[in-house]
Nanobody, 125 residues
Framework: VQLQASGGGLVQTGDSLRLSCVAS????????MGWFRQAPGKEREFVAC????????VYADSVKGRFTISRDNAKNAIGLQMNGLKPEDTAVYYC???????????????????WGQGTLVTVSS
């Protein structure tokens, strides 16, 4: 499975941005999919994820209420609508996919088997 993320860019504080990620390759399985980010000098951290079935979504506390994850199972794609962006949101954003992820592991990097190349989001103050 290959993941292609897009939509990053340079924005100002308070602006909005939408990221997209499309899975290709072996897409006969619908995956749990999520977004992670890595700021310069910091470890990669969980942002949001969406279950392959149903409407179960999980968010990091730092983005709850500002970011919204969406998915299109028919296209094996997810989006991340980011509103009210802050300088601390500056990071490379990665989409990830996995199968059979248990609920307690949905925030864990190790639970995801496939990763995209990342897209840079820069929020200026």
């Amino acid at each position: 499975v290959q993941l292609q993320a897009s939509g990053g860019g340079l924005v100002q504080t308070g602006d909005s941005l939408r990221l997209s990620c499309v899975a290709s390759g072996r897409t006969d399985t619908t995956y749990d999919m999520g977004w992670f980010r890595q700021a310069p000098g910091k470890e990669r951290e969980f942002v949001a994820c969406s279950r392959r079935r149903g409407s179960n979504t999980v968010y990091a506390d730092s983005v709850k209420g500002r970011f919204t994850i969406s998915r299109d199972n028919a296209k094996n794609a997810i989006g991340l609508q980011m509103n009210g962006l802050k300088p601390e949101d500056t990071a490379v954003y990665y989409c990830a996919a996995g199968s059979g992820i248990i609920t307690s592991s949905m925030r864990s990097i190790d639970a995801y088997h496939y990763w995209g190349q990342g897209t840079l989001v820069t929020v200026s103050s």
